[in-house]
């Protein structure tokens, strides 16, 4: 099945510095790539999605990028703010049916 | 107008006893899901119900056991709770190749 590794597991910036998180999939089959955000005592909210026939995808301070070949995607935050602080997730799934596979999250700090 | 919505928030009980979690989505989604998140905060899935159908069901003891009454709620009864079954739930939602949503969570506290 899935496995997807996602690094680092902690990461502090400073306030408007950029933030970059990075995971790698196992499937090659997988071909949707969600990235979720959990506040404290929330559910994982998505962010910012990506499927496989397309290579970056950009939301306002938020991009993500994929690179089928080597298997990895990651997720950039530019202008990082307080708000962003949170544990970030990302996911992969091989075909519409099967559930979710998600990394193991990275608690992300903005520092003000 | 929460979208995935499930109840208790918390949920404190001693070893042996037996509890229900319940989830309802009004998103008009066709699959709902039980996913598990530990103290490391991994998420894991247990259960994935399609029409009320159950099509995914990991390797989680029998103990567990969600019923679909329709599709909009899943609900998880668990038997027999364990110290190890401390940990934050989550029901979700989703409609095929589409985003999950999930509601916020039961925070899950066996003694």
């Known amino acids: 099945g899935e496995n997807v590794e996602q690094h680092p597991s902690t990461l502090s910036v400073q306030e408007g510095d950029s933030a970059v998180i990075k995971c790698t999939y196992s499937?090659?089959?997988?071909?949707?790539f969600p990235w979720y955000k959990q506040e404290l005592g929330k559910g994982p909210q998505l962010i910012i999605d990506i499927r496989s026939n397309v290579g970056e995808k950009k939301d306002q301070r938020i991009a993500v990028t994929l690179n089928k070949t080597a298997k990895h995607f990651s997720l950039h935050i530019t202008e990082t703010q307080p708000e962003d602080s949170a544990v970030y997730f990302c996911?992969?799934?091989?075909?519409?049916?099967?559930?979710?596979?998600f990394g193991k999250g990275t608690r992300l700090s903005v520092i003000a | 107008d929460t979208a995935v919505s499930q109840t208790p928030k918390y949920l404190v009980t001693q070893m042996g006893n037996d509890k229900s979690i319940k989830c309802e989505q009004n998103?008009?989604?066709?699959?709902m899901y039980w996913y598990k998140q530990d103290s490391k905060k991994f998420l894991k899935i247990m259960f994935s119900y399609n029409n009320k159908e159950l099509i995914i069901n990991e390797t989680v003891p029998n103990r567990f056991s969600p019923k679909s009454p329709d599709k909009a709620h899943l609900n998880l009864h668990i038997n027999s709770l364990e110290l190890g079954d401390s940990a934050v739930y989550f029901c979700a939602s989703s409609q095929v190749n589409s985003p999950l949503h999930f509601g916020n969570g039961t925070r899950l506290t066996v003694t």
């Open positions: 499937d090659s089959a997988s071909n949707y």
């Open positions: 998103l008009g989604h066709d699959t």
């Open positions: 996911a992969a799934r091989s075909s519409g049916n099967t559930p979710l596979v």
